[in-house]
């Protein structure tokens, strides 16, 4: 039996980063690690599919008209408009997830992340950085999706989210990808250490009487 207990509800953790800055891709690697026990929340949106991306895997894609619609059902844990489309997050199955033990990974906007910040402070934020704007704009361009004008509206909308990188917990370069990926599994898994996790310390128990059996018989005197 541990000596400690610790509280059985998942860990919400935010991942917000420019776009281009490689969230998907680190979180994807994160997950294969059998040390970490999370699920990553499937976020909605309104804009279109992109060439490889696949319905309910990597978003859920509906009509603006759609998302409007569940806005004004309170579907959405939160959600933001960003390049003219909106994100969300839906509320369907966070709470049983978390509630089994299990850690709800949301890959969200910023302002989305700003908005979860205000409900539950208590969560954990992860900012993912680029290397360098240069490169940033580089894997922008490399994606091929995206027409010249959208790129230039990510880009300059990227500076003003590094901006609010002071209101996360952490933030992570991703320079390299195995790095990256490496330091953001040692953040889960050091959150989970914390003090404040702990729901309850066990004294009474068979270390504690073997303890004091020691004491009484003067083991430990001269």
């Known amino acids: 039996m541990s000596i400690i207990k610790q509280k059985e509800k ?8 420019p776009s281009g800055a490689g969230k ?42 759609e998302f409007e619609t569940n806005i004004q059902k309170n ?4 959600y933001a408009e960003y390049n003219g489309n909106y994100y969300g997050t839906p509320k369907h199955k966070i709470d049983e997830y ?35 704007m240069q490169e940033l704009k580089n894997r922008l361009v490399k994606r091929g999706s995206d027409s010249e004008d959208k790129i230039m509206k990510r880009f300059k909308r990227a500076y003003q ?14 320079d390299v990808l195995d790095k990256a990926v490496q330091k953001v599994t040692s953040i ?8 404040d996790r702990i729901e309850e310390v066990f004294l009474n128990n068979p270390e504690e009487e073997i303890h004091e059996k020691l004491l009484d018989n003067k083991v430990f005197k001269n």
Not at 27 to 55: G, L
Not at 100 to 122: N, S, Y
């Open 10 to 17: 998942g860990l919400l953790v935010v991942v917000s980063g």
């Open 98 to 132: 978390l509630n089994q033990g299990i850690d709800v990974i949301l890959i969200i906007e910023i302002q989305g992340a700003l908005q979860i910040k205000e409900l539950i402070p208590e969560a954990l934020f992860i900012f993912i950085m680029p290397p360098s």
């Open 161 to 174: 989210e590094i901006n609010e990188v002071t209101k996360y917990n952490y933030v992570v370069v991703n």
């Open 75 to 78: 579907n959405f844990l939160e």
């Open 24 to 65: 998907d891709s680190i979180i994807n690697e994160v997950v294969k690690n059998e040390a970490i026990n999370a699920w990553v929340s499937i976020s909605m949106t309104s804009r279109n599919m992109r060439k490889n991306e696949i319905e309910g895997v990597h978003y859920f894609f509906v009509s603006k008209e």
């Open 188 to 195: 889960l898994l050091a959150e989970k250490c914390r003090t």
